[in-house]
């Protein structure tokens, strides 16, 4: 029999999802004996011409992480979506536009004189952007054009399936590719992941207060947190009761609140829902909340009511 044939692509993101296929170990090995990877820059030397000589539709899957920020970015997952039977949104910056989707918040006027300009690290005495085109010696050369916003993947083309996480655990990751190889997928459109908050799973569940009540929001660098209890009982924000479960929560057993890389439950905007929450259980002013983009939508911004995609111009 013959092995379906995988791809994998990397666009806005840290690179984390791609080194999370590699976390599945020795399990990587059950994969190779029924799928071949045929196109994953990252870790081995494709080009785009090799992802051109597939037919429509003869790649498999295609695991795509990362938000879609520029043009080089768009033409890929537009070439993939054509040759793949199945899309996979790749981690929580392909699902919800992840960090660099808070570069929704700002421009790319203000991005660039940060990057460029103003930055205490740059000499740039001409004030040189970056430009999509140039003629260096007579040579006429492109780069990719940096858009307006950061989009979600489903924004720009189909989507089967989405595997959140910051980046997916080897157990979602595996859990998933053996869905694939066996043909076993639910409804198309699914969360490859539980239909549940992480509290419903979390170690200081039981801890939780029936009513709780924050007088003063705390910082986590503020207190020495008891390992033990639930950082809303200590007064410390914990996007746990609106994110996702499926990341087995290690940043709250390193005694660090979760900060919701797992995106929302079901297709709730995550930031207001925490929001709401908090009207509920805070009970004065709180000076702590200094960043609340960073706090709310640390994750999802282009999947929120505040950074939803911008028409290109």
């Known amino acids: 029999m013959s092995k379906i044939k995988i791809a994998v692509s990397w666009n806005s993101s840290c690179g984390g999802c791609d080194e999370s ?3 599945i170990e020795e399990k990587i090995l059950d994969v190779a004996e029924k799928a071949e990877f045929v196109f994953w820059p990252c870790a081995m030397d494709f080009k785009y011409s090799d992802l051109d000589k597939f037919e429509e539709k003869e790649i498999a ?8 920020q520029n043009s080089e970015q768009y033409h890929v997952v537009k070439k993939l979506r054509n040759k793949s039977e199945l899309i996979v949104a790749f981690g929580s910056c392909a699902c919800f536009g992840g960090i660099p989707s808070l570069a929704n918040l700002t421009s790319v006027k203000e991005i660039f004189n940060v990057s460029y300009i103003n930055s205490p690290t740059v000499v740039n005495p001409e004030g040189v952007w970056p430009k999509s ?15 307006s916003s950061v989009y979600k993947l489903d924004d720009v083309i189909k989507v089967d399936y989405f595997l959140p996480g910051c980046p997916p655990t080897a157990e979602l990751i595996i859990k998933a590719l053996e869905a694939i190889l066996s043909g076993n997928l639910p409804e198309r459109g699914s969360v490859l992941a539980p239909d549940t908050s992480l509290c419903r799973s979390c170690n200081r ?13 705390k910082r986590i660098h503020q207190i020495e947190a008891d390992p033990e209890i639930c950082f809303l009982a200590q007064d410390v924000l914990c996007m746990g009761p609106v994110s996702r479960d499926g990341c087995d929560y290690p940043c709250i057993r390193g005694n660090m609140p979760c900060t919701g890389c797992m995106g929302p439950v079901s297709s709730t905007d995550q930031g207001a829902e925490m929001v709401g929450l908090l009207g509920a259980i805070l009970s004065g002013d709180s000076e702590e909340l200094a960043d609340p983009a960073g ?19």
């Open 21 to 23: 296929i590699v976390d």
């Open 295 to 313: 706090t709310f939508y640390r994750y999802s911004v282009a999947a929120s009511f505040l950074g939803r995609k911008r028409k290109e111009n």
């Open 61 to 68: 899957v295609a695991l795509i992480n990362g938000g879609i």
């Open 133 to 147: 085109t140039a003629s260096p010696d007579g040579y006429d050369l492109s780069l990719p054009k940096m858009f």
């Open 205 to 217: 569940n039981d801890t939780k207060p029936e009513n709780i009540l924050i007088e003063r929001v």
